[in-house]
Structure formats: C-alpha cells, structure tokens
C-alpha cells in the first residue's frame, strides 16, 4: 500500500523555527520528485518547495518567492524522505502544508499540484504574533 506521510508541524511564534517530515512508502520506484505546498484558509494549495533528481547524480531544488531565503527543502538518507526546515516563520506562513512526490516529468519544472498523483494528509502549522 503506497503512502506519504507528514509529520512535525505544530504552533510556533513570529521569528520560531519547525522542522516537517515527509516519507512515502509502499513505492517500488524511487519518487525522484518531492516537494511541500500548502493552503491557508480560502486560499488555493500553493507551492513551497521541491527537491528532483535527475539521473542519479544530478540534484534540484526549487522554491517559491514567498519562502526563499527561509525555508530549506533536504532528502533524508532513507529512499523517499524529505524534510523541510523552516526559519525565520511569519503569520502568514500559517496553512495546512501538504507533501507530494511523484516521478519527475521530463521536462517539468515540478511546481505545479497537477504534477502530483500521490500526497499526504498535510499538517498544520500555525505562527502566532
């Protein structure tokens, strides 16, 4: 059974630091895309980071304009994990923030929620002044 999985999100205050997981499981290919998006309330799911692979020694990352600088997307040394650590937190960071992974498309940048078949349950997290 394939699953994504999130985990570590929380409340933290303006300036605070947390860390989220992601491990998908279950996959017998490695997902050589995997990224963060979130989605604050009434608001469309938006990207936040990706980490691709291309080949097996070429390596990606990419992240949205409102987090450069802040957030920092990293694989983990097991197959299919990512992590995203998150500094310098602000009140508008708070969402609901999903993992996905997929098989990178040729060609695709891998920002979009449309280059995604597999995602988790998303966990919150909340900045507070």
């Known amino acids: 059974q394939v699953q994504v999985a999130e985990s570590g999100g929380g409340s933290v205050q303006v300036g605070g630091s947390l860390r989220l997981s992601c491990a998908a499981s279950g996959f017998t290919h490695h997902m050589t895309a995997m990224a963060w998006f979130r989605q604050a309330p009434g608001k469309e799911r938006e990207f936040v980071a990706v980490s691709t692979w291309i080949g097996e020694n070429t390596h990606f990352t990419a992240y949205g304009d409102a987090v450069k600088g802040r957030f920092t997307i990293s694989r983990g040394a097991a197959k299919n994990t990512v992590s995203l650590q998150m500094n310098s937190l602000k009140p508008e960071d708070t969402a609901v923030y999903y993992c996905?992974?997929?098989?990178?498309?040729?060609?695709?940048?891998?920002?979009?929620?449309?280059?995604?078949?597999?995602w988790g349950q998303g966990t919150q997290v909340t900045v507070s002044s």
């Open positions: 996905a992974a997929d098989v990178a498309a040729p060609g695709a940048t891998m920002k979009r929620v449309s280059n995604y078949d597999y």
